[in-house]
């Protein structure tokens, strides 16, 4: 069904509330809706109403298309000098001889190992380290660049930038433009969490607040580059905490434009010290993906990690505003299958991606980081021996 059709039929419905027409007419002609609407969204909207206004958000901007890409990760450590209470990766530095930390050489034969395949996104990210400063960061994205120049870096987060800034006594902009000159290209949307002070004193205390990671930001978007934006959601938040959090992101996507996506992530309760706090549904994890589209009206993209929340769900997720699935190609990343993910091998070929756009009547477009179009796939046919394998049932534990 079209969704103009849907929203007709939605809005002739004579049992819908006074407050949920009215956010679905605004929705409908394009305006922004407010902080106490969108709370409302998240106390009363039932999962087919925030579905209809969703997706005609998603089909107006992006039709069926479907992003994906070809990247793979580098995880430099799972070291940490923090200790959130959600984390299921790291371990405590004291602890050193349960975890690994990569030298710069090891890091960058991680590079070369991918040295002729068609990878347009190398994606670090990790623990926060001592020895892991400014001059380290800036040596290896020189060295990477220095490699292999056409391999878009998008690399650490606020988090491990406040920590190296601070160590190293120079201001964010001063930090950033380094990491500029060094060869960054953009910075991935981790370390948010929840920005509202009360919840993340209690879940990620001592690494950069919320103020500081939304400066960061700031910061880099002045220099004209580009990022993305997370929110961990389903722990101990309220909704109103994640609508701040939104509120945040909005607010300075209004004075910087300067994000590209933003990217829920739920909470996993495996291994961490959040182990008793249930997890939510998959319907609650639509209903976030569809109040996020809806919410964030100047962000172009929303993300769903396939790896995070499974393959079928991701499908599920492309009717509920969700217009790009991150396109891991192999197991280079342990951070979902350590926080209990439904993927504990999250590795997929172009191909499977592709067919599973396709089999949620979507269309594939394989972009690079900035989201120009690298292949249409919509047409596309794959020779005879690329044919799929099996998927891997997921094994837990
Ligand atoms: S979430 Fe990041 S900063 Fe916090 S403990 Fe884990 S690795 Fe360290």
Same mark, same amino acid.
């Given at each position: ?12 419905? /004579?049992?819908? @509330? ?13 305006? +922004? ?12 909207? !039932?999962?087919?109403?925030? *579905? ?6 998603? =089909?107006?901007? $992006? ?31 004291? =602890? ?48 990477? +660049? ?5 391999? $878009?870096? #998008? ?29 960054? !290209? ?30 960061? $930001? &700031?910061?880099? $978007? ?11 959601? *389903? ?5 109103? %905490? +994640?609508?701040? %959090?939104? &509120?945040?992101?909005?607010?300075? /996507? ?5 994000? /590209? ?13 959040? @182990? ?10 639509? +209903? ?11 962000? &172009?993209?929303? #993300? ?58 979507? %269309?594939?477009? !394989? ?10 796939? /919509?047409? %596309?046919?794959?020779?005879?021996? =690329? ?11």
């Amino acid at each position: 069904m079209n969704s103009e059709l849907s929203f007709n039929l939605l809005l002739a419905d /004579q049992s819908l @509330s006074a407050d949920l027409r009215a956010i679905a007419e605004k929705v409908r002609s394009g305006d +922004r809706i407010s902080f106490d609407e969108c709370v409302l969204l998240y106390e009363k909207a !039932e999962l087919g109403y925030l *579905g209809i206004l969703a997706n005609s958000i998603r =089909e107006k901007r $992006h039709g069926d298309k479907t992003y994906f890409n070809r990247n793979f990760h580098i995880e430099p450590t799972n070291l940490c000098v923090y200790d959130c209470k959600f984390c299921s990766y790291s371990v405590l530095i004291k =602890e050193r001889s349960d975890g690994w930390e990569y030298t710069m050489q090891e890091m960058l034969d991680i590079v070369k190992k991918y040295d002729g395949q068609p990878v347009t996104e190398v994606h670090i990210v990790g623990g926060v380290l001592p020895q892991y400063d400014v001059a380290f960061y800036s040596e290896l994205f020189t060295s990477i +660049r220095k490699h292999r120049p056409d391999l $878009h870096i #998008k690399a650490l987060t606020p988090v491990e930038y406040h920590y190296i800034f601070k160590k190293a006594k120079i201001d964010y902009a001063t930090g950033m433009k380094m990491m500029k000159d060094a060869g960054l !290209e953009s910075i991935p949307g981790g370390g948010a969490e929840i920005f509202h002070p009360d919840i993340r004193v209690q879940i990620a205390k001592d690494k950069c607040t919320g103020d500081q990671w939304l400066e960061i $930001h &700031e910061e880099w $978007h002045k220099l004209g580059m580009r990022s993305n934006a997370t929110m961990l959601y *389903g722990h101990i938040e309220e909704y109103w %905490h +994640r609508v701040d %959090h939104m &509120e945040k992101l909005r607010s300075l /996507q209004d004075k910087t434009g300067g994000f /590209q996506t933003f990217i829920p992530l739920k909470f996993r309760n495996q291994d961490n010290q959040m @182990s008793d706090i249930p997890e939510v549904s998959v319907i609650e994890d639509l +209903r976030n993906y569809a109040i996020a589209r809806i919410y964030l009206d100047n962000f &172009e993209h929303i #993300k769903a990690y396939w790896a995070m929340i499974s393959r079928s769900t991701a499908q599920l997720s492309l009717n509920f505003g969700v217009d790009d699935i991150d396109g891991t190609l192999d197991d280079t990343t342990k951070i979902y299958s350590m926080a209990g993910a439904e993927e504990q091998h999250p590795a997929m070929t172009t191909q499977e991606l592709v067919e599973l756009i396709k089999n949620a009547g979507r %269309h594939p477009i !394989e972009r690079d980081t900035l989201y120009n179009v690298i292949t249409d796939y /919509q047409n %596309h046919e794959f020779p005879q021996e =690329e044919k799929p394998k099996f998927y891997k049932l997921p094994v837990l534990n």
